[in-house]
């Protein structure tokens, strides 16, 4: 018994060993796989971490906006810029396929429409504003423009002329637009106009107007009427300039006027009168006392030199040796070269001559601008009528001080015609600009104050006050001189006068005086002093 329970231990020892190697191997080959496998997917997960970017490459990439693609796969190149004329964005493959066809039109818009507010529409679609780019398609298409301006009349949405079509890919089609397009009788401007008469008095003198706050702007040295426009309301004011008169720089004249109707052209009259009180005077001008109060014969006269003044004014252009005939007129006379001027009636004005011979005959008062030349005075000593006014050097009108002002000669011949009834005084003034040679028959002299003239066949004119109010008082009263003309005439001497002042002026006016009368008086005396 004892045997066999030895044999049944030791077959379960046996047993219990082949088991326990068996298991024990079997977790040893467990183990061994293991091994392997780890080992295996190390060595893979190491080489694919070793071809992973770094974290410095990782930034690197970043910063330089690179896009890590697969490049087996195409992609599509999207233009990013901010699409302004309302069309999807064009998209165009990158892998060497070809690009698609396109249609493009560059506008451009004309200064005239700068007020206006530009549209497009194309084909069916909504009307877009106009872009700063040029405007593309991938088809042919076509293309209208619209204009708009709040400001103006029947001006919403007015169509720029004819629709375009764009057909051509190979360059971009160009379109001008400007306010030529739009269509007759829509959009009317508008127009706010000034018409500007300056009046003779401001011969001699810059005239300047400003419109509201802007710059001065003058007028021509011959002080033409002028017309000046604006597209909204405006207020125009008007300065005046004579350097040699004292405080005489852009002096303003009166108030500012508003132009605020647009259906007519306003006219506004500009003259000296409206000169602030103690602006742009001579210092030397006739006192009260000097000037006194017109009588009838002078107050007629210069109402009738007014009322000329203020009249419609014309401008004629005078044609080669074509004598000009004026009769109660307001008129400025331009001439190219030599011109004959004859006034039948009393008429005022302007005559405008570069170089040449410039004739008057007549009763004309007013100016003679004259560059360089010969200045003629025809005058009927039976009738004692004459032109009188101011011979002026045209350059003179401009800002220029005493010195500047060049001094070469011009001559004044003043042609006497008929045969004196009486003695009487013509005057001749003086004459700045110029040397001026005063060619005539008789003596010559400056006048006196309370001298009686006659003035165009206007007898009994006080001559002083007719000085001090003639061309609103700009000229002074003595610088004015007289011929005195006698029956018996003296031998005929030039009479030169050199003189430069800034005002270029010369008045020629009959001056009637009782020479024989005063002659008897005289011989009367001297015959009770015997």
């Known amino acids: 018994m004892r045997d066999i329970k030895r044999k049944l231990y030791s077959n379960f020892k046996t047993t219990e060993f082949k088991s326990t190697f068996n298991l024990t191997s079997f977790y040893m080959f467990l183990l061994f796989f293991s091994f392997i496998t780890f080992n295996f997917g190390a060595e893979k997960w190491i080489a694919a971490k070793n071809s992973l970017p770094s974290e410095d490459e990782l930034q690197t990439l970043e910063s330089s906006d690179t896009e890590i693609i697969n490049p087996a796969t195409p992609t599509k190149e999207v233009d990013e810029t901010p699409n302004t004329d309302g069309a999807e964005p064009e998209a165009t493959l990158t892998d060497g396929a070809e690009p698609e066809t396109q249609y493009t039109v560059r506008v451009t818009v004309d200064s005239s429409l700068s007020s206006f507010t530009i549209q497009y529409k194309i084909g069916n679609e909504k009307l877009q504003p106009l872009p700063q780019k040029d405007i593309t398609r991938n088809s ?27 057909s051509d890919s190979s360059k971009p089609t160009p379109i001008s637009l400007s306010s030529k397009d739009i269509p007759q009788g829509k959009c009317p401007s508008l127009q706010y106009k000034v018409t500007i008469v300056p009046e003779h008095d401001l011969a001699g003198y810059i005239l300047k107007y400003q419109i509201d706050d802007g710059e001065l702007i003058a007028l021509d040295e011959n002080l033409s009427i002028t017309t000046v426009d604006q597209p909204e309301p405006f207020a125009i004011s008007f300065y005046i ?10 002096v303003l004249l009166g108030e500012p006027h508003n132009i ?69 007129q307001n008129v400025q006379i331009n001439a190219d070269g030599d011109v004959t001027v004859k006034s039948k009636g009393l008429s005022v004005g302007t005559i405008n001559v570069d170089e040449g011979t410039v004739t008057v005959e007549g009763s004309f008062f007013g100016f003679v601008k004259i560059e360089k030349g010969k200045v003629v005075l025809r005058c009927d000593a039976a009738t004692k009528t004459m032109p009188f006014g101011f011979i002026q050097k045209k350059s003179s009108s401009k800002l220029l001080s005493y010195k500047e002002l060049k001094a070469e000669g011009i001559d004044v011949e003043i042609e006497m015609n008929g045969d004196p009834k009486e003695d009487f005084l013509l005057g001749v003034g003086t004459v700045s600009g110029f040397n001026a040679n005063i060619n005539s028959d008789y003596k010559y002299r400056t006048v006196k104050s309370g001298e009686i003239v006659t003035v165009g066949g206007f007898g009994n004119v006080q001559y002083d006050a007719f000085a001090n109010n003639a061309m609103g008082g700009s000229y002074p009263f003595r610088d004015m001189t007289v011929l005195e003309v006698t029956k ?13 002042v800034a005002v270029v002026v010369v008045i020629i006016i009959v001056v009637v005086v009782v020479i024989l009368v005063l002659k008897k008086k005289n011989k009367d005396r001297s015959t009770s002093s015997r």
């Open 140 to 166: 042919p298409f076509e293309i209208s423009f619209y204009a708009t301006n709040a400001k103006l009349k029947d001006c919403n949405e007015v169509p720029l002329g004819k629709a375009h079509k764009i």
């Open 241 to 250: 300039s004579n350097p040699s008169l004292n405080d005489c720089i852009d």
């Open 488 to 500: 018996k005439g003296n031998s005929k001497t030039p009479i030169i006068i050199g003189v430069v």
């Open 260 to 328: 605020t109707d647009s259906s007519k052209t306003t006219t506004i009259s500009v003259s000296i009168k409206e000169v602030p009180q103690g602006k742009c005077t001579y210092g030397d001008r006739p006192t009260d006392s000097e000037s006194g109060n017109m009588n009838l014969e002078t107050e007629t006269l210069m109402n009738r030199i007014a009322k000329l003044t203020n009249s419609k004014y014309s401008t004629i252009q005078a044609k080669d040796n074509t004598p000009v005939e004026i009769s109660d």
